[in-house]
Each structure stands twice: as structure tokens, then as C-alpha cells.
């Protein structure tokens, strides 16, 4: 990775991070946590079709994913500075 895309990572990270300190992250998060248990309860009750189970799964994989970003972000910016120290 190069200093000009570490750059471009951390901008990307910071926006991301304002993003989850406004106040409908925290209406968003909820709802979406709410519907992650939804699902995880129909996931485990055994009851769903093959196909649909992938769905779901894929879902709540996803919605997982998005609500951890930020985070996510964060360790990528630090490897990628561990990285390009050890480079130096």
C-alpha cells in the first residue's frame, strides 16, 4: 500500500467513524440488531428451506458486516501503517 492509499483509507475510516456518532446510527444499529435476532432465530429453529436459509444467512452476514465497518476500517488503517513502517 502506498502513503497516497493509506491516505485515501484513513480519510474513508474517519468519514465512516462520523458517520456511526450520529444520532441515527444509533436508531439504525437497533433496529438492525432487532432484525439480525429475528433472523438468527428462524436461522436456528431448523425450519427453513435450503434456499432460503442462504438468504437469511447471507443477511444477517451482511447486516453484520456493515454494522462492524467502522471498526473493520480502523484495523485496516493501522496494519496498513504497521506495514508501511516496517517498509520504511
Same mark, same amino acid.
Given at each position: ?19 456511526? @456518532? ?19 432465530? @428462524? ?31 480502523? @484495523? ?6 504497521? @506495514? ?5
Amino acid at each position: 500500500m502506498t502513503e497516497d492509499e493509506l491516505r485515501d483509507l484513513q480519510e474513508r475510516a474517519l468519514q465512516i467513524r462520523e458517520l456511526v @456518532r450520529q444520532p441515527g446510527w444509533a436508531i439504525l444499529t437497533d433496529y438492525v440488531v432487532a432484525q439480525i435476532d429475528a433472523k438468527n432465530r @428462524r436461522i436456528l429453529a431448523g425450519r427453513l428451506h435450503p434456499d432460503d436459509y442462504r438468504v437469511e444467512a447471507g443477511w444477517v452476514q451482511g447486516a453484520t458486516f456493515v454494522l462492524g465497518a467502522s471498526d473493520q476500517l480502523d @484495523r485496516q488503517v493501522e496494519q496498513a501503517r504497521r @506495514r508501511l513502517a516496517e517498509e520504511a
